[in-house]
């Protein structure tokens, strides 16, 4: 099919942003960025953090281990070309707090990998009490090292594809979209406001909106459709950071599905990270607020009993980072039926990361109106049954 080059506008300059204006480039589009800072994701943009976990461990849900391993491909493929590797596959230490039991997270997650050709490492408690000594086996019954996985170095990776976007001809504005413009039911641009306050126009064929989880305050009419949602990150400093580095402190989920507790291996400067892939709570995303004192005690509460020799590890930072939801826990990827020329990109529901290698090409065919085997999934939905993805805390 002959491409017929087209003016995009991709406005946000986080993940899905970034990696969908570096592929349409790539695929002779002339693209511009909009966004608030034009040297990298916002500092508050979900994409702009120290880590995020990469993982195929997706219960039963086949769709997603392999839109994951698709992904996996790509992360190692460019670990290979850039200067630096921002991929680390150290692996990813899956933990039960009941014996695995079909239906649960846990056992779904590892029986897929099986399927799937892989071998995951199943231990008991004794077997986890001897390979990884900081974990209170008590606790976890069982569990498996998924083999393939580990974490990224987000905020890098996005500046990363920023920086190959540049390279590929992608413009750059400053300025935060007002409103997206258009002449009858076809999109024709946006308005967005200056730094300088002034407000100004662009026009364009194509309008991709990649803005997180301010989306639905941008295009209010999907409001029920994605809810932003505060979710709470803390970073501790341990003492001696080679103690607290795979493979001995592998990224982790602790009962996750139950529990909500995820984690990563501590960096060179000791900081090591801990999340809650919780309910979280809906939060305007410019005054997303702290995290809570009820918050930092629930997580000392989980070092305590899980990793008692973090139980009095200091506390050096906290971040409320907002996860884009949808009620599916689906991402929302497709052309708005009544504006045509409009794709929104969003919908993260806080594991959306991981798939940042696909993204670029499933916003691609999207735009371009072309088959994408991932796109039924993500596409335009009418509201249905409330799910979550399998990782996530279910109660
Ligand atoms: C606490 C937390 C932990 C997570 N952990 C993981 C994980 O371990 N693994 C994983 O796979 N995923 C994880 N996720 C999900 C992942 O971070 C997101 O799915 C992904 O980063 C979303 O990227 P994005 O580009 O959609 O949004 P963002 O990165 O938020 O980018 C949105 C951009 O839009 C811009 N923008 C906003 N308003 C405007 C405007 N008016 N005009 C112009 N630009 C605008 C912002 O400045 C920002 O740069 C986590 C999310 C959170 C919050």
Not at 1 to 15: P, S, Y
Not at 155 to 164: H, K
Not at 204 to 220: E, F, K, M
Not at 359 to 386: C, Q, S, T
Request: hydrophobic share 35%; net charge negative.
């Amino acid at each position: 099919m002959q491409r017929e080059c087209l003016d995009v506008l991709v406005v946000g300059a986080g993940a899905f942003g970034a990696v969908s204006a570096l592929e349409l480039a790539q695929r002779g589009h002339q693209v511009t960025i909009l966004d608030r800072t034009t040297i990298g994701p916002h500092p508050s943009a979900s994409s702009n953090d120290i880590s995020k976990m990469i993982r195929m461990d997706y219960g039963s849900d086949i769709f997603y281990h392999e839109l994951a391993d698709y992904s996996l491909d790509i992360w190692e493929q460019w670990n290979e070309e850039w200067p630096k590797r921002l991929y680390h596959p150290e692996r990813f230490l899956v933990l039960a707090a009941k014996p695995f039991e079909p239906g649960s997270f846990e056992f779904e997650s590892e029986r897929v990998l099986r399927q799937r050709g892989y071998t995951p490492e199943r231990f008991n408690a004794a077997q986890l009490a001897a390979k990884w000594p900081a974990w209170n086996a008590s606790l976890y019954p069982q569990g498996y090292l998924s083999p393939r996985g580990g974490w990224a170095e987000s905020g890098a990776v996005v500046s990363r594809l920023l920086e190959s976007g540049r390279t590929e001809g992608v413009h750059f504005i400053q300025g935060a979209l007002d409103e997206v413009l258009s002449k009858g039911s076809q999109v024709s641009g946006v308005r967005y406001r200056e730094r300088n306050g002034s407000m100004n126009t662009l026009t364009a064929d194509r309008v991709v909106v990649a803005a997180g989880a301010w989306t639905p305050i941008l295009l209010p009419w999907l409001e029920d459709t994605l809810k932003p949602v505060a979710q709470p990150i803390i970073h501790y400093e341990v003492e001696d950071p080679s103690q607290w580095q795979s493979p001995i402190f592998p990224p982790f989920a602790a009962d996750t599905s139950g529990s909500g507790w995820y984690g990563f291996p501590s960096l060179q400067d000791g900081r090591l990270k801990l999340g809650h892939h919780g309910n979280g709570r809906v939060a305007d995303p410019d005054s997303r607020g702290e995290v809570s004192k009820e918050h930092l005690d629930h997580a000392r509460s989980f070092l305590r009993s899980s990793l008692p020799k973090l139980s009095d590890v200091p506390v050096v930072g906290t971040r409320v980072c907002l996860y884009c939801d949808t009620f599916d826990g689906d991402l929302w990827i497709g052309e708005d039926p009544e504006r045509s020329g409009l794709i929104v990109a969003a919908g993260g529901s806080g594991h959306g990361f991981k798939f940042t290698p696909m993204i670029g090409k499933i916003v691609g065919d999207a735009l371009e109106k072309r088959d994408n085997r991932w796109l039924y999934r993500f596409d335009w939905r009418e509201r249905g049954k409330p799910r979550k993805e399998a990782a996530r805390l279910q109660l």
